[in-house]
């Protein structure tokens, strides 16, 4: 009740001192439930829960701006929900968290491939594609951290629910998988930590199937 009331004088104050300079005024059905800034190391986000309108009008000597992120953008309508971030992939392959949707590929097999789990980054995937039945190897190089916090799942063609094999959580730095592939198409490999991440450190992931 509190916020209702001072967000009504705010509006109030605004709009009585628009009027005063001429004529600019702020439509009606203005929203201004909250706002402001949280900035993290590498992320900045502006909060503008309950503005449907954030434009800016302009007369001779006075500009009005109905929302927090004016002094930000310039255009004229901005729709909810919106939130904005400085998030910054970490590594080369991203962004290729969800299996079903985004998954980096082909892996090539015997290849070794260098990346990272980072704050904000949930799991990384990645697909390749096999041509022949037979055996496979994935050899996954983990940074320290990771150890005992990672789990790695590798699923078959057209089954995104039910891993192939895997395990989880990886008990070793340098862990080896081998499973059999049983028919042609394209698997995915998926790997995620749980509770903790490493901006520096990359882990490494090398898979190895006939083709
Ligand atoms: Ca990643």
């Not at 290729?96 to 990384?124: H, I, V």
């Not at 697909?127 to 037979?134: E, M, P, S």
């Not at 042609?184 to 992931?205: E, K, Q």
Request: net charge neutral; charged share 15%.
């Amino acid at each position: 009740m509190k916020r209702k009331l001072i967000l009504a004088l705010m509006l109030c104050l605004v709009s009585s001192v628009a009027s005063a300079q001429g004529g600019t005024v702020i439509d009606r059905w203005v929203i201004g439930g909250g706002g402001g800034t949280a900035a993290g190391a590498n992320v900045v986000l502006h909060g503008i829960l309950g503005q449907p309108l954030v434009g800016l009008s302009s007369e001779a000597n006075i500009q009005l701006c109905s929302g927090f992120l004016c002094q930000h953008f310039s255009v004229s309508r901005v729709f909810l929900p919106l939130t904005l971030n400085q998030f910054r992939y970490c590594d080369p392959f991203e962004p290729n968290d969800d299996r079903r949707t985004n998954p980096w590929g082909p892996l090539l097999s015997g290849q070794t491939y260098s990346a990272k789990l980072c704050d904000g980054d949930p799991e990384d995937n990645y697909y390749f594609d096999v041509t022949a039945t037979g055996a496979l190897q994935v050899r996954l190089q983990l940074p320290s951290k990771f150890v005992g916090k990672t789990a790695l799942w590798v699923y078959k063609p057209g089954d995104f629910v039910n891993p192939l094999c895997g395990t989880a959580p990886v008990a070793t730095g340098d862990y080896i998988l081998s499973c059999s592939l049983t028919q042609a198409g394209r698997y995915i490999v998926r790997l995620y930590a749980v509770g903790t991440f490493d901006n520096s450190n990359s882990y490494h992931l090398r898979v190895t199937f006939p083709n």
